[in-house]
Structure formats: C-alpha cells, structure tokens
C-alpha cells in the first residue's frame, strides 16, 4: 500500500473524522467531571508552572541531559513511588515516536510522574491519541503539549519511499502524507514537518485542548529530537 494520491482530502477528512469522534469524548469528560468522577486534583508545585514555565522546564532538563547532569537520578525513588501511587500530578505532556532511541523522560531529566507520553510510530494524532492527550491536560493538568519527532525516523522514511509494506505499518501513511507532500524527499525537513502538522491538528481538532490553548491554560509546541547530539529543538 501506498500513501493516499490525494494528501488535502485526506487531511480534511482525517480533521473532519477526529473532530466528530472527540466532541463525544469532551462530553464525556464535562459530564464525568460534573458528577464527580474525576475528582479534583490537589496542587504540587509542578502543577503550578505556567505552559512557558512548563516547556522550560523540559528544555532545562534536556541541557542537563545533554551535559551529563542528570538531576532526576539522585531524586529519592520510594518517596516519589509512594506519592504517585492513588494519583498522577503531570507538568508536561509529550508525544514521541515509538523507536527506542528516544526514551522521553531520560533526555528530559524527568522522574517518576512528571512527564506524561503518549507514544505511536510517527507521533501521530489520531482520535485515541487525542484521547489520551485531551485527559492529560483536563483531568490531570499537564501545562504544555510536546509533539516531538527525531532524526532518521523509520516511519517518515517510510511513508516518503511509499513502498508496499506488511501488516497495518501502512495505516500511518495517510497520517504522515501531508509532510511528505510539503518536504518532499529530505528526511529531517519531512520529520520536522510532521512534527508541526502534528501540533497544528492537535491544537485545532479537539474540542478539549482547543479553548485551553486558547485561553493559554496550555500550550501546544513542536520539537525535533537530534540523536546524535541528544538536543531538542522547538520548531
């Protein structure tokens, strides 16, 4: 199978699809929290950051990576065990690729409950994706949306050969079509692309994060990860 021959109706439906599919999941989340489901988080003090404080936070971290100063490997372990057993405080959120070559809270410097990821081949956004984000940042009061793609990514590659592939690896073609067709054949312009595409839907086609974003309760960035040299760059 081959990446779809018409990348704008594509997206279009793609957006269309994903934003009937999660006007049903922010009602869910508004009526749950209306009944008393999701209880009320209480405050830490990494809930507390500002979405510009919260993408610092993670760059910061990042540079100490970067720097062989790690600060979330001398953090003591069972404390942060025993106060993330009944509930999650999450800064950040961030959505990575699958590949193994980029575990997201040790090139943020990120301990036990801090980063909330949500992983998939590509960093994709589909409607479970979303899903997961869109709790995230309601219910669990992430700050800031990380969409991060890396260099020498298998998936773009993929979908920028076109090539016939087995199983369902083909389904992530049309997701990541529309940066083939804006970047072309260059690998990390493609990814980097894909990255921004990615951010720009999330931000637009969910009726959770949307108003959030714009109320600037959150923000929404895209980021490149080198794995050469371990920097991430916001795009």
Do not use: W
Not at 27 to 48: D, R
Not at 63 to 75: M, T, V
Not at 88 to 109: G, H, K, N, T
């Amino acid at each position: 199978m081959t990446p779809s021959a018409n990348p704008s109706g594509t997206a279009l439906s793609r957006r269309t699809f994903i934003g009937t599919a999660l006007a049903g999941t922010a009602a869910t989340l508004i009526g749950a929290a209306a009944t008393g489901f999701l209880t009320p988080k209480s405050a830490l003090a990494q809930s507390n950051l500002t979405p510009d404080e919260a993408l610092k936070a993670l760059l910061d971290g990042n540079e100490r990576y970067i720097a062989g100063r790690f600060k979330s490997f001398d953090e003591d372990k069972q404390i942060l065990r025993d106060h993330t057993v009944d509930k999650q405080e999450p800064f950040a959120a961030v959505l990575s690729c699958a590949d193994s070559r980029v575990p997201i809270e040790i090139i943020f410097d990120q301990s036990i409950g801090h980063i909330f990821v949500s992983r998939v081949a590509g960093n994709v956004v589909t409607p479970e994706i979303i899903g997961s984000l869109e709790y995230g940042a309601a219910v669990l009061g992430t700050k800031v949306i990380l969409v991060l793609g890396h260099a020498n990514c298998g998936a773009v590659k993929a979908a920028i050969q076109g090539k016939a592939v087995p199983g369902q690896i083909s389904s992530l073609f049309p997701h990541l079509q529309p940066a083939v067709d804006q970047a072309g054949s260059d690998l990390a312009a493609t990814t980097k692309a894909n990255a921004t595409i990615q951010a720009t839907l999330l931000s637009k086609a969910s009726p959770v994060l949307a108003p959030m974003v714009k109320e600037g309760k959150l923000k929404i960035a895209a980021g490149y990860y080198d794995l050469d040299t371990g920097k991430v760059t916001i795009l």
